[in-house]
């Protein structure tokens, strides 16, 4: 079930990230530090997601935030039935995060929950009855006539930034045994080049760039 709120673990995971900067040496500090200003004050760069990973005790928290082109192929609010119907199907896709973060097989890792936050998802929702008695307006239109009422919708909302925010809550049966994450994103939605990632583990907090090439995180 897809949950449209915002959680209140978006707090914890930036609080904890925090109390791990302060532990690192003043070199690593200086670098997760700036990664983290880079990270908090929405950098907004097409193909490229931010995510946060905590693992405490048997739980692991993950939260990633991607510019919404990654994972629709737009921005502007959904004007047509094909667009919204790309953004529902996107958010179930998001969803499923037990296929898209694949832990260490011998941890028994779990997805506990899903939050999917996104302007684009709500829109959709809210506008969909006008928006269908809309085309059937514009079914009746000149492809020219359609063409400009679609340009203009696009420009509309050219200027606002859209986002994806996801929040996953993973419990694992034997959280010893956890070494790795394997990140599935790439295959699902080609519009994400890499991910920029801050970790915290009991061994402490790294950074990590994630890739279709290089999407396995030690940890």
Same mark, same amino acid.
Request: charged share 20%; aromatic share 6%; net charge negative.
């Given at each position: 079930? =897809?949950?449209?709120?915002?959680?209140?673990?978006? $707090?914890y995971?930036?609080?904890? #990230?925090?109390?791990?900067?302060?532990?690192?040496?003043?070199?690593?500090?200086?670098? %997760?530090?700036?990664?983290?200003?880079?990270?908090?004050?929405?950098?907004?760069?097409?193909?490229?997601?931010?995510?946060?990973?905590?693992?405490?005790?048997?739980?692991?928290?993950?939260?990633?935030?991607?510019?919404?082109?990654?994972?629709?192929?737009? @921005?502007?609010? !959904?004007?047509?039935s094909?667009?919204? =119907?790309?953004?529902?199907?996107?958010?179930?896709?998001?969803?499923?995060?037990?296929?898209?973060f694949?832990?260490?097989?011998?941890?028994?890792?779990?997805?506990?929950?899903?939050?999917?936050?996104?302007?684009?998802?709500? &829109?959709?929702?809210?506008?969909?009855? *006008?928006?269908?008695?809309?085309?059937?307006?514009?079914?009746?239109?000149? !492809? @020219?006539?359609?063409?400009q009422?679609?340009?203009?919708? @696009?420009?509309?909302?050219?200027?606002?930034? /859209?986002?994806?925010?996801? /929040? *996953?809550?993973?419990?694992?049966? +034997?959280?010893?045994? #956890?070494?790795?994450? @394997? $990140?599935?994103?790439?295959?699902?939605?080609?519009?994400?080049? &890499? =991910?920029? %990632?801050?970790?915290?583990?009991? +061994?402490?907090? +790294?950074?990590?760039?994630?890739?279709?090439?290089?999407?396995?995180?030690?940890?």
């Amino acid at each position: 079930m =897809i949950m449209l709120r915002t959680s209140p673990r978006h $707090v914890y995971l930036v609080a904890l #990230l925090a109390l791990g900067l302060v532990m690192l040496s003043t070199t690593s500090d200086l670098s %997760a530090a700036d990664h983290t200003h880079h990270r908090q004050h929405g950098s907004h760069l097409h193909g490229v997601a931010q995510m946060n990973l905590v693992v405490e005790g048997e739980k692991v928290f993950i939260e990633l935030e991607s510019p919404a082109m990654n994972v629709v192929g737009f @921005e502007h609010q !959904p004007s047509t039935s094909a667009q919204r =119907i790309a953004v529902r199907e996107a958010a179930a896709k998001l969803e499923n995060g037990g296929s898209l973060f694949v832990f260490s097989e011998k941890a028994g890792c779990t997805l506990v929950s899903a939050t999917i936050d996104s302007a684009l998802l709500e &829109h959709g929702k809210e506008e969909q009855a *006008y928006g269908d008695s809309l085309e059937e307006h514009h079914a009746e239109e000149t !492809p @020219e006539e359609k063409h400009q009422h679609q340009a203009e919708a @696009e420009s509309h909302g050219a200027e606002k930034h /859209s986002e994806f925010e996801v /929040s *996953y809550q993973f419990t694992c049966a +034997s959280p010893k045994k #956890l070494r790795a994450l @394997e $990140v599935n994103l790439f295959e699902v939605f080609p519009g994400f080049e &890499h =991910i920029d %990632a801050q970790i915290l583990t009991t +061994s402490g907090q +790294s950074g990590a760039k994630i890739s279709a090439r290089n999407n396995r995180v030690d940890l």
